[in-house]
T-cell receptor
């Protein structure tokens, strides 16, 4: 499982409240990613990080921010949650194999915004 | 930019074979295949690098035609445990670029 944990695993919140999801890895991999998964859309990239304090936007970044102050932790924040952000969120890490990078996913966080 | 997977869904009886296709409109460096069971995270199956190599994993293999920007996943003699949604993730030649995933192919294997 590449040593990836996510917390919380489930969360129910109300519209307008801030929410922070945490992704933790134990193997010091440089690249980390946040995806959301919705029926009919597959996995869509929200933000990713290529090092401490180095982040970039993905295709669905509006309404989300991220931070990475330590190699092992990558935080995803919804500043003011909306019902459209109800989704399953997956964190992933990329393992450098030399001529390729293999990506592994955390267990996911199911977020419901009422 | 999102790769297109086909078919969207397929139902098989145990022992039957299936092919899942992944097609991109962009040049590719690699194609990654994942399987996801209901309520679980996607699980890495294999990666195909440009060069047209074919790889195998149990009775699941895949090929990559970089000229056609296509990859195919072959499931032979399917088992009940093969049920799930299969995703391809594509990587452009730029390097260190995040994968872009297709919408998935739902595979159901019945007894």
């Amino acid at each position: 499982d590449a040593g990836i944990t996510q917390s919380p695993r489930h969360k129910v919140t109300e519209t307008g409240t801030p929410v922070t999801l945490r992704c933790h890895q134990t193997e010091n991999h440089r690249y980390m990613y946040w995806y959301r998964q919705d029926p009919g859309h597959g996995l869509r990239l929200i933000h990713y990080s290529y090092g401490v304090k180095d982040t970039d936007k993905g295709e669905v970044s509006d309404g989300y921010s991220v931070s990475r102050s330590k190699t092992e932790d990558f935080l995803l924040t919804l500043e003011s949650a909306t019902s459209s952000q109800t989704s399953v969120y997956f964190c992933a890490i990329s393992v450098d194999r030399g001529n390729s990078n293999e990506q592994f996913f955390g267990p996911g966080t199911r977020l419901t915004v009422l | 930019q999102q790769p297109v997977q086909s078919p969207q869904a397929v139902i098989l009886r145990e022992g039957e074979d299936a092919v899942i296709n992944c097609s991109s409109s962009k040049a590719l460096y690699s194609v990654h295949w994942y399987r996801q069971k209901h309520g679980e995270a996607p699980v890495f199956l294999m990666i195909l690098l440009k060069g047209g190599e074919q790889k195998g994993h149990e009775k699941i293999s895949a090929s990559f035609n970089e000229k056609k920007q296509q990859s195919s996943l072959y499931l032979t003699a399917s088992q009940l445990s093969y049920s799930g949604t299969y995703f391809c993730g594509t990587e452009p030649p730029a390097g260190n670029t995040p994968l872009v995933f297709g919408k998935g192919t739902r595979l159901s294997v019945i007894a």
